[in-house]
């Protein structure tokens, strides 16, 4: 099982904001491990949506964005559109697997 | 523009080998780690291990060790993964990733399933 916690499911009205939460530990992202964030639309693979925590790769809308503080980090959407509707997946890295783990998935709906 | 291009889907039986190819394109091959993840059905992404093309050294994951290789040709920018003793809850979507330079994945191929199944 994974050692960062996301809730299952978060929902919202277009427009509205939401957030996401990634609840990790000591060995991860309370090491002080960025956390990166992933949008998967099903059927499809995992798009890098925040890396390092806070950053947007090139394409990637500002209605993301990221934010780290000690061992829980969180990612926002504001101005939900449609087309935000996927899964949404943390990772980071743990030392005392000695590998890279992901959350458990939270499926955002667009009501 | 970074491209991965995988192996077409596979169908393996119980106890069985498969092998998974990576092709890249685009960018300096050796510059960057690859990394494969694979996808249960309807489950998350879990990371199986990584290759530094440049220093040609895998690292796994402990759940995966001693049943799964990784291997990189730098002359034909291709990456590959063997895992072997197949057993059904291997069945998945299988991903090779070009990682970033903060131990994130920047790029996916576009995932390879493979079916295991008597």
């Known amino acids: 099982q994974s050692v960062l916690t996301q809730p299952p499911s978060v929902s919202g009205a277009p427009g509205q904001r939401v957030t996401i939460s990634c609840t990790g530990s000591s060995p991860n992202i309370g090491a002080g491990y960025d956390v990166h964030w992933y949008q998967q639309v099903p059927g499809t693979a995992p798009k890098l949506l925040i890396y390092?925590?806070?950053n947007r790769p090139s394409g990637v809308p500002d209605r993301f964005s990221g934010l780290k503080s000690g061992t829980l980090a969180s990612l926002a959407i504001t101005g939900l559109q449609a087309e935000d509707e996927a899964d949404y997946y943390c990772?980071?890295?743990?030392?005392?697997?000695?590998?890279?783990?992901f959350g458990t998935g939270t499926k955002v709906t667009v009501l | 523009q970074v491209q991965l291009v995988q192996s077409g889907a596979e169908v393996k039986k119980p106890g069985s080998s498969v092998k998974v190819s990576c092709k890249a394109s685009?960018?300096?091959?050796?510059?960057?780690?690859i990394s494969w993840v694979r996808q249960a059905p309807g489950q998350g992404p879990e990371w199986m291990g990584r290759i530094i093309p440049t220093l040609n050294i895998a690292k796994y994951a402990q759940k995966f060790q001693g049943r799964v290789t990784i291997a990189a040709d730098k002359s034909t920018s291709t990456a590959n993964m063997e895992l072997s003793s197949l057993r059904s809850d291997d069945t998945a979507v299988y991903y090779c990733?070009?990682?970033?330079?903060?131990?994130?994945?920047?790029?996916w191929g576009q995932g390879t399933l493979v079916t295991v199944s008597s």
């Open positions: 685009g960018g300096t091959f050796s510059d960057y780690s």
């Open positions: 390092g925590n806070s």
């Open positions: 990733v070009r990682e970033g330079q903060g131990l994130y994945f920047h790029y």
């Open positions: 990772q980071s890295y743990d030392s005392s697997l000695s590998a890279y783990v």
